[in-house]
């Protein structure tokens, strides 16, 4: 199981698509001894692996003293970071202090493109030299890329740099519009595209000797069934499941990019959220409505319950907006109930499909 840490609001960048909304620490940041009780719960509730992320976790000046306590713990430390403060003298001591992994932004190959993401000049070269001295010190290190429509035809060169570079992974991230990404929704991809860009991704795994998983886009799984690829991968969406994040003040979410309160652990245990919280509870139902609820693939996918929140006006349980499965099983579905109302006798009242509202939605041109 996995959990993410916000470790700080803080951030020397100002993303265009951050959904926790970075830039200055947030009022009532969880302190040292608070952080550290925190992560014994998420120990003794089962967890294995505890994501150090932000904001930007490496301006929490006590960062080394919290990965050592998890490393302590028996969980294993790894960061989602942009990489531009990965010193030579900082990538050792991360790697003396326990942490087993550094997951560096890289957005595109084009330098100018990544630092007008992240508005923050230099943050491209930053970020490879950050790679370079997690290399030097022998701390692995993985290549995060968040996936537009700009950048979906460069994914396969940016893992052919991460395999150059010595990167152990390469994870793709699909924009989910929350916090400020909500600003750049139209720059998501639409149904066909998701599938396409999720399907590529899938098959140049086939060619390259590192990981390639794509994030928020559950239909890896299924894609991967359908092209013989195996995967050490048997879920889609894991939020509330084996997987859930804590803000900087302590409130734990399902996910990164849904953002609703299981519970706060300055009020709670953390392993008592994770056991008792009505929301987690009710993502592992997986009662989800519309074509997830129905879908052949329910238990390996599960669609993005986050991308279900936002397209449906906060319902987390129903369908996948963006899968083309579902919409291509639709489209058969009601192609059938017209032929059988062609057939019908006269008189016959037939039997006429069900509006489907946010069917549009699954196309970025019509998303409202």
Request: net charge neutral.
């Amino acid at each position: 199981m996995i959990v993410s840490w916000n470790s700080t609001n803080a951030c020397n960048m100002f993303c265009d698509h951050c959904y926790r909304e970075s830039g200055t620490a947030a009022q009532g940041e969880l302190n040292t001894a608070e952080a550290k009780a925190m992560i014994d719960e998420i120990a003794k509730a089962g967890f294995m692996i505890m994501i150090f992320s932000g904001g930007e976790p490496l301006l929490r000046p006590d960062i080394l003293e919290l990965v050592a306590h998890a490393t302590a713990r028996g969980l294993r430390a790894v960061f989602g970071t942009n990489g531009t403060l990965i010193t030579p003298e900082l990538a050792a001591k991360l790697k003396a202090a326990g942490a087993r992994g550094m997951g560096i932004s890289l957005d595109s190959l084009d330098a100018a493109r990544h630092d007008s993401l992240r508005k923050y000049p230099g943050a491209w070269e930053g970020a490879v030299r950050g790679m370079e001295n997690c290399r030097a010190a022998g701390l692995p290190f993985q290549i995060h890329t968040t996936v537009f429509d700009w950048n979906k035809d460069e994914l396969a060169a940016i893992t052919d740099f991460a395999v150059e570079h010595g990167a152990a992974a390469h994870h793709f991230f699909f924009l989910v519009p929350t916090g400020r990404g909500a600003n750049i929704r139209d720059q998501s991809l639409d149904a066909q595209e998701y599938e396409d860009t999720i399907r590529r991704i899938m098959e140049k795994q086939k060619t390259v000797p590192i990981e390639l998983k794509p994030t928020c886009a559950p239909q890896f799984t299924r894609i991967a069934r359908e092209i013989g690829l195996d995967t050490r991968f048997t879920r889609g969406c894991l939020a509330g499941t084996t997987y859930c994040i804590v803000s900087p003040k302590g409130i734990v979410q399902p996910c990164a990019y849904l953002n609703r309160s299981a519970g706060n652990v300055r009020e709670t245990p953390f392993s008592e959220i994770w056991r008792d919280s009505p929301i987690l509870k009710e993502l592992r139902t997986m009662k989800y409505r519309g074509g997830c609820g129905t879908c052949r693939y329910i238990k390996v996918c599960g669609g993005c319950r986050a991308r279900a929140a936002v397209y449906h006006d906060g319902d987390y349980m129903h369908e996948e907006p963006w899968c083309l499965y579902r919409i291509q099983r639709e489209k058969a579905g009601q192609a059938a109930i017209k032929e059988e109302e062609i057939a019908a006798p006269a008189g016959h009242p037939g039997t006429h499909p069900g509006g489907h509202p946010h069917a549009a939605r699954a196309d970025k041109k019509t998303a409202d």
